[in-house]
Nanobody, 126 residues
Framework: QVQLVESGGGSVQAGGSLRLSCGVY????????MAWFRQAPGKEREGVAHIDSDGSATYPDSVKGRFTISQDNAKNTVYLQMNSLKPEDTGMYYC????????????????????WGQGTQVTVSP
């Protein structure tokens, strides 16, 4: 069983920055995939960053160059640094985890992840 706890959300003006944290608790395999998703009201959950256990990171075009995912294995924490925030980045942000490797085509499919945090709200005002 894996527990995920997000923190770091808040309200910022457009152009600002936030850093989200996701604490990982419980058993986790040496090979795993983690991702950050976001969900705005009335919209589907959208993947915004992915990282493998070896540290390889990928991003969709919507956030590439603005968001950075990283992990601190000593602290069992995954981070999402968000810069140049835009109003359309507003939403509830969730971290997600699954044991094992996920092919590139599945990395932003919410159904592929077994564990989810409770979410942290990010609000970006114009």
């Amino acid at each position: 069983q894996v527990q995920l706890v997000e923190s770091g959300g808040g309200s910022v003006q457009a152009g600002g920055s936030l850093r989200l944290s996701c604490g990982v608790y419980g058993y986790t395999a040496s090979d795993y995939s983690m991702a950050w998703f976001r969900q705005a009201p009335g919209k589907e959950r959208e993947g915004v960053a992915h990282i493998d256990s070896d540290g390889s990171a990928t991003y969709p075009d919507s956030v590439k160059g603005r968001f950075t995912i990283s992990q601190d294995n000593a602290k069992n924490t995954v981070y999402l640094q968000m810069n140049s925030l835009k109003p359309e980045d507003t939403g509830m942000y969730y971290c997600a985890h699954v044991m094992g490797w996920i092919p590139a085509s599945d990395r932003y499919k919410a159904g592929k992840y077994a564990y989810w945090g409770q979410g942290t709200q990010v609000t970006v005002s114009p």
